[in-house]
């Protein structure tokens, strides 16, 4: 029942275009810090972005001498659905923060070009950011001509300006913004669903090592909506300091930023034994249910989670294929499910992936 309310409302979202949620800030600092090295030099974009309301805008202002920036970019869709309303970086800049200084219904661009100590206490932050902003110092704030989206042509102007793109896209989008993000041959640390990982063009980049996942991705992460949001499972949500949260479940950071942990060999210890591993039924491959339990020594085909993804070394795994994408090509017989889904001894399991270690291959 969770699952389908879950799943309808993630089709609601997508179609009423509401699927805009806020990453919480600690979210986003648990996943940087592994990159900082990475960000020196660089023109970030956060493409999906309102500047008065994204929490990725104000950890990248904040951090932009820490960091080294080139330059920040920051744009939205018009209007931010919760523009105005629970979250204002700039609520002590009266300029900034008013209806009047800043309309709720026009979509706008920042870009930063520097940050200085404006009132002199001593640190960088959003209140000398504002400054510079209200003064024009380097800095630009100005209405979109269009309303934002980030495939139209102002947008992809910016794009095309930038090496790197952090944001957190629109879930029922991320298809078409992680293709743009490929053709564009950008540099990219975004947030998705981990059902992602099922859809054939998506693990078509996997497998070509163009695309791989982040650090944080274990955990419930929780998103800010607009007030009148439906969240159905009470589990899913929650109300605080007045701020309506919605929990995705298990959303993951896709990345082709270097990461260390891709290059970490999961740590084998079962042995094959024929009676625990039986075969699928449809697909000649032996069935995993745990990433953990992958046997040491077998060199044939597995089937495994899709949550193998968020582990896998590509010097220490083949993938050969998705159990759901009707591929010919991989060399393994199966006869296709409804679902594409593997069974065994007539039971329908979850979808997986197929593998085979390297080192043992012959």
Not at 72 to 98: M, R
Not at 304 to 317: A, G, L, R
């Amino acid at each position: 029942m969770a699952t389908k309310s879950l799943n309808k409302n993630l089709r609601n979202a997508s179609k009423a275009k509401k699927d805009e949620f806020y990453t919480q800030i600690v979210d986003i600092e648990k996943e940087l810090k592994h990159y900082k090295d990475q960000f020196r030099g660089k023109v970030v974009y956060c493409n999906c972005d309102d500047p008065f309301e994204s929490n990725f805008f104000k950890y990248f202002a904040s951090n932009f001498n820490t960091l080294g920036l080139k330059r920040l970019i920051a744009t939205s869709y018009k209007p931010s659905p919760i523009a105005n309303t629970q979250l204002d970086l700039f609520g002590n800049i009266k300029e900034l923060s008013t209806p009047k200084g800043r309309p709720k219904i026009t979509a706008n661009k920042f870009i930063i070009n520097e940050v200085n100590d404006i009132d002199g206490n001593g640190a960088f932050d959003l209140h000398d950011i504002a400054e510079q902003l209200k003064a024009n110092k380097n800095n630009e704030w100005t209405p979109l001509e269009g309303e934002g989206d980030f495939r139209s042509e102002e947008s992809i102007g910016l794009l095309k300006q930038a090496d790197i793109i952090v944001t957190n896209p629109p879930f029922s989008l991320f298809r078409e913004y992680l293709a743009q993000l490929m053709e564009y041959k950008k540099e990219f640390l975004i947030l998705g669903d981990q059902n992602n990982i099922t859809k054939k063009d998506i693990f078509k980049f996997i497998k070509e090592n163009r695309v791989w996942l982040g650090y944080d991705n274990g955990g419930t992460k929780w998103f800010q909506v607009p007030d009148d949001y439906d969240i159905a499972t009470e589990s899913r949500k929650k109300i605080v300091n007045g701020v309506k949260y919605f929990s995705m479940g298990r959303i993951l950071w896709f990345t082709n930023l270097e990461t260390t942990k891709r290059h970490d060999n999961i740590v084998l210890y079962k042995k094959y034994v024929a009676e625990e591993f039986p075969k699928y039924d449809n697909y000649n491959a032996i069935n995993i249910d745990k990433v953990s339990e992958i046997p040491m020594n077998y060199n044939e085909v597995m089937g495994v989670p899709i949550t193998f993804i968020d582990k896998y070394n590509p010097k220490q795994f083949e993938l050969l294929g998705i159990m759901n994408t009707g591929e010919k090509n991989i060399g393994i017989r199966y006869k296709q499910t409804p679902h594409g889904r593997p069974l065994v001894n007539g039971v329908e399991k979850y979808l997986r992936i197929l593998i085979r270690t390297i080192k043992l291959k012959k």
